[in-house]
Structures are given as structure tokens and as C-alpha cells.
């Protein structure tokens, strides 16, 4: 089982919906990176955040310490979020990575 | 502030040759952290280094080196190279470490043929 989980793997949604991508860990962390991959291998970092909540325009991160869960949710999204979204947790001094929630979104 | 540099963006090499990728990270970011990306394995941590020391190291065989200058600017070797090593390479900076925020280059994408 990996040590980070994301689901779902691939999501497809309409302009304005609503998406939610979640991750969970097993391992201890002290904290917690989404990423955006566009195509041809740019990554971005979006959130970085070891509790609670943080928002940055449409997107919005949380994280629940006691859970080991995290989710990230676009509001209103639109075509130029299609992207892939990586989750990576910050244990034992390295980042340890999901597989990555590969997002399309239709006009 | 100009961004976290890598050269070159694209190679191709032969199997059992070595390879050297760089790195320049923003300034004044004293941290510099190389991944590989493949589809089969995703995203994993080779190496930090911090101030001219390697901080960590992640699961991959000692064909796989690096280091870090006075400048913060790093290179990443990997010798006698294998199929299995073609990737895309990325390197990242930040301030402090890899438990704070990561910039990331644009990647090396290396072939091995």
C-alpha cells in the first residue's frame, strides 16, 4: 500500500463545477504540498500546510491532522484547471508523493 | 525574481554513459531538492542538499550523486546509465527545506536509449 493515497485517479467535470480531490497518508508528517503538473512537466506549488485551512482565489486546501487526510476543492473551475494534482506529505525530512489526480474540465 | 533554472531541458544519452544536470535555484533559496519523474514510479525524492551538504537522500543506487556549490547552484550525476533511468528530472529550491515551500524548475528530460 502506498504511504500516500489520492483519489479519485481521474476526474472529468464541466465548467463551474465543483471538484474535490482528496489524499491520505499513513506516515507521521510535519506537513503537507499540493501541486499542479501541467502538461509538458511544469509543477507549481499551490498550498503547503500542516492544519486546518488555506484558500488562494477559486482553490481552497484543508487538512485534517488526526485523520491523515487532506482535500483540495476548485470552485467554479474552468478549462485552464485541467491539470494533474499531486499531493506530497513532508516525512522523516523528504517529501513522499502521490500518484496524482489527472483533472479535465469541459467548457 | 527570476526562477529555479535547469539545464538542458532535453538529452539523450546511450546506456553505460554518464550524465550531468544542473540546477540553479532562486535566489537566495539555500535548499536544492532533486526528483524523478517516470510513469511508472511517479514522483520520488533522490536528493536535498542545504548549504553545500546533502541534507537527504531518497531509495536510488549510488549511480546517482550530487552536490551543491557556494552559489547554491547544484548538479546531479548519474553514471553508467540504464534504460530504466529515463525520466524527467526536476530540481526544486526553497528557502529552508523541503517542509517549506517548494519552487520548482521546468525539468531535464532524459533518454536513455
Known amino acids: 500500500k502506498n504511504e500516500v493515497e489520492q483519489s479519485p485517479q481521474n476526474l472529468t467535470a464541466q465548467e463551474g463545477e465543483f471538484i474535490t480531490i482528496n489524499c491520505s497518508y499513513s506516515?507521521?508528517?510535519?506537513?503537507l504540498h499540493w501541486l499542479q503538473q501541467h502538461p509538458g512537466g511544469g509543477i507549481v506549488s499551490l498550498f503547503m500546510?500542516?492544519?486546518g485551512k488555506k484558500k488562494h482565489g477559486r482553490l481552497i486546501a484543508t487538512i485534517n491532522i488526526q485523520e491523515k487526510h487532506s482535500s483540495l476543492h476548485i470552485t467554479a473551475s474552468h478549462p485552464r484547471d485541467s491539470a494533474v494534482y499531486i499531493c506530497?506529505?513532508?516525512?522523516?525530512?523528504?517529501?513522499?508523493f502521490g500518484t496524482g489526480t489527472r483533472l479535465q474540465v469541459f467548457p | 525574481k527570476a526562477g529555479v533554472t535547469q539545464t538542458p531541458r532535453y538529452l539523450i544519452k546511450t546506456r553505460g554513459q554518464q550524465v550531468t544536470l544542473s540546477c540553479s535555484p532562486i535566489?537566495?533559496?539555500?535548499?536544492v531538492s532533486w526528483y524523478q519523474q517516470t510513469p511508472g514510479q511517479g514522483l520520488q525524492f533522490l536528493f536535498e542538499?542545504?548549504?553545500?551538504?546533502?541534507?537527504n537522500k531518497g531509495n536510488f543506487p549510488g549511480r546517482f550523486s550530487g552536490r551543491q556549490f557556494s552559489n547554491s547552484r547544484s548538479e546531479m550525476n548519474v553514471s553508467t546509465l540504464e534504460l530504466g533511468d529515463s525520466a524527467l528530472y526536476l530540481c526544486?529550491?526553497?528557502?529552508?527545506?523541503?517542509?517549506?515551500?517548494?519552487?520548482f524548475g521546468p525539468g531535464t528530460r532524459l533518454t536513455v536509449t
Open positions: 526544486a529550491s526553497s528557502l529552508q527545506g523541503t517542509s517549506f515551500e517548494q519552487y
Open positions: 506516515v507521521g508528517i510535519s506537513a
Open positions: 500546510l500542516s492544519s
Open positions: 506530497a506529505v513532508y516525512n522523516t525530512d523528504k517529501l513522499i
Open positions: 535566489s537566495g533559496h539555500r535548499s
Open positions: 542538499y542545504f548549504s553545500e551538504t546533502q541534507r
